[in-house]
Nanobody, 126 residues
């Protein structure tokens, strides 16, 4: 059974950092695209970043590109999202997702993401 478990959320002041983790079980990242998505209260879900499990190709939402870094540890079957210089507008529930697909910019739209984990809440105070 494919499972994804996101963790690492919390309360942080603006300008601070957090690292989110997405632990996967039931499959290997090798043939998968993995993404981080978020949904703020009253807003639609949006793609934040995604990575190809086999080649490490990455894509970012423009507003986070210089602040967030996605990475994958295939040995641990875990994907990370290092978030720095956090802003109040980054406040949201963050979800990780995966799908057996080649990663592309449209992955940030959720296309190909077949498996979703429960989210982890990130709150950035001003």
């Amino acid at each position: 059974e494919v499972q994804l478990q996101a963790s690492g959320g919390g309360l942080v002041q603006a300008g601070g950092s957090l690292r989110l983790s997405c632990a996967a079980s039931g499959f290997s990242f090798d043939d998968y695209a993995i993404g981080w998505f978020r949904q703020a209260p009253g807003k639609v879900r949006e793609g934040v970043s995604c990575i190809g499990g086999s080649d490490g190709t990455t894509y970012y939402k423009a507003s986070v590109k210089d602040r967030f870094t996605i990475s994958v540890d295939n040995a641990k079957n875990t994907v990370y999202l290092q978030m720095s210089n956090l802003k109040p507008e980054d406040t949201a529930v963050y979800y990780c997702a995966a799908g057996m697909a080649v990663v592309a910019d449209y992955t940030l739209l959720g296309i190909g993401m077949d498996h979703w984990g429960k989210g982890t809440l990130v709150t950035v105070s001003s």
